[in-house]
């Protein structure tokens, strides 16, 4: 038997409210667990515990002392990519951290740094620069490179570079985005910045394509443009697209080209 905490009414365990002054007993009396259950869950986690923790064990030693000299901030040699990545163990947003952190990684810093020397050769201007840089524990490393520059007063050019130390992917993605555009006919690139966007994307005729398709599509654009939606409406050919958002109460277009170099900027 329980008492009201309220009252003092006593009342049998299991009752909710109390029923002589209609307390809600919930928020003042919890069953006590299954003592049972408790016991086999604590069985189960000791069980596992023997066998996972040697098995983290092992393969925190297999890691190398390499592995171990990253968590502590020492500057090592990068060692060769061995096996599959199970887990990543360090990451850096600028190529004087990474630098600083291994001692053989100077001439991938360097060859970053060519790269980024010719597109400021294509386009002159104040470059922003955004490193995502991971390292995972089998020792591939993961470059993502963003660079972007201001083409006039309402457009911006857009270079992604992504790639790895196993070859395994090699991207690149030419971007060029017009903001707080007002008139059909502005979301379009002149006839300057198509050839700006072509200084980069090498000769083809995909970007081109996919906005004279989208010009035929003014009608259907005036009659959505009050509703269009997060994801805008556009063309798409494989990975390049033309693309027009809402934005706030104008819109944003944006003219994306993906392609595979030839050449990895580590090689």
Known sequence: MKKCPRCGHELKDDENFCSHCGLDLRNHYHRKPNNKAMTYLLYVIIFFSFITIPLLYSRILSGMTGYETIQQNEKVALPAIEGEATALIASYDTLADFQNQFSNVDSIVENIQQYEDSLAQKQEGSWTKTYVIQVTDNYNIYYDLTYQVAVDEHTTLQIERSFDRAHSYNDEKITMIKN????????????????????????????????????????????????????????????????????????????????????????
Do not use: A
């Open 180 to 267: 707080d555009i007002t008139t059909f006919e502005s979301l379009f690139l002149s006839d300057s910045q198509q050839q700006l966007f072509q200084k980069f994307s090498g000769s083809q005729n995909i970007t081109t394509q996919l906005m004279n398709d989208f010009q035929k599509r003014q009608d259907e654009f005036e009659k959505k443009k009050e509703t269009l939606g997060h994801y805008g409406m556009g063309n798409y050919d494989e990975q390049s697209s033309f693309v027009v958002y809402p934005q706030q109460k104008n819109f944003q277009s944006k003219l994306t080209y993906v392609h595979t170099p030839q050449e990895y900027i580590d090689e």
